[in-house]
């Protein structure tokens, strides 16, 4: 709840709680970094069976199972690692589809969505995941879910991500004696990716250097050769 000052979510100010997590309108932002371009999103998150969508997701969830589950489930980290988790469908039969192939056959592209309602109304109707989505859509969505249960969240585009595909912390690029490149390393930049951020205050397990802004992306890992994505400029 974040009008509670004791809670976990607590966002001061009227106008920070109206824009993150009341607001049903937003922006998000494709194109590239030269030629950024907004683009009008319906997150939607008090239109009909959504918060059934947000609760079905979490409740199906293993780790809520176990003798910790009710206190995973006032947690708003663990919250959003399960949403985030749900909103794609690679592992465990999730919302989305993510496709960056360039074919969207029996599905709708990307490009053509503006909202999360269509896509999680769809998903409550059939409980199977809906074809298509990349990174904006699966950002629309998380935004969407997270601001349902009361999660202040926001969209954040980036041009020229880095990922790190080993967990070095670091992008790495290696040369022989003759100063040629050599392929040992998948390390690679994405040149453009959309992801959220929840708001939480650091006065639970979470720790208080961490307060602010955390990051918390539903877009699922991708095999190198879709890096180059689909911005529909």
């Known amino acids: 709840n974040p009008w509670n000052e004791k809670d976990e979510t607590f966002l001061e100010g009227d106008d920070a709680k109206e824009e993150y997590v009341l607001n049903e309108q937003g922006t998000i932002f ?16 008090f239109e009909e069976d959504i918060l059934d969508v ?3 997701l979490i409740n199906r969830d293993p780790r809520i199972k176990g003798k910790k589950g009710l206190q995973k489930l006032r947690d708003p980290v663990w919250l959003s690692r399960i ?27 990307p490009c053509n969505c503006s909202g999360s309602v269509k896509i999680l109304q769809q998903y ?12 904006w859509v699966f950002s ?19 041009y020229a991500s880095a990922h790190d595909t080993d967990n070095s912390m670091t992008i790495d690029d290696f040369v022989d004696e003759n100063n040629r490149e050599v ?3 998948r390390d690679t930049k994405w040149n453009y990716h959309v992801w959220n951020e929840i708001w939480i205050r650091g006065t639970g ?8 802004w955390a990051a918390v992306d539903g877009t699922p890992q991708v095999h190198q050769k879709f890096f180059n994505y689909n911005y529909g400029i």
Request: glycine share 12%.
């Open 140 to 158: 629309g969505l998380m935004t969407t879910l997270l601001r349902s249960i009361g999660i202040p969240t926001r969209s954040v585009t980036n």
């Open 83 to 109: 949403l985030s988790a749900a909103t794609n469908c690679n592992d465990d039969k999730g919302v989305l589809v993510g496709n960056w192939s360039g074919n969207c056959e029996g599905g709708v592209n």
């Open 183 to 185: 392929n040992l390393s």
């Open 30 to 45: 494709r194109g590239s970094s030269s030629c950024p371009h907004p683009y009008r999103w319906n997150f939607g998150q």
């Open 205 to 212: 397990h979470w720790p208080a250097s961490y307060a602010g």
């Open 54 to 56: 947000a609760l079905y």
């Open 124 to 135: 409550w109707k059939t409980k199977c995941p809906v074809k298509y989505g990349q990174c």
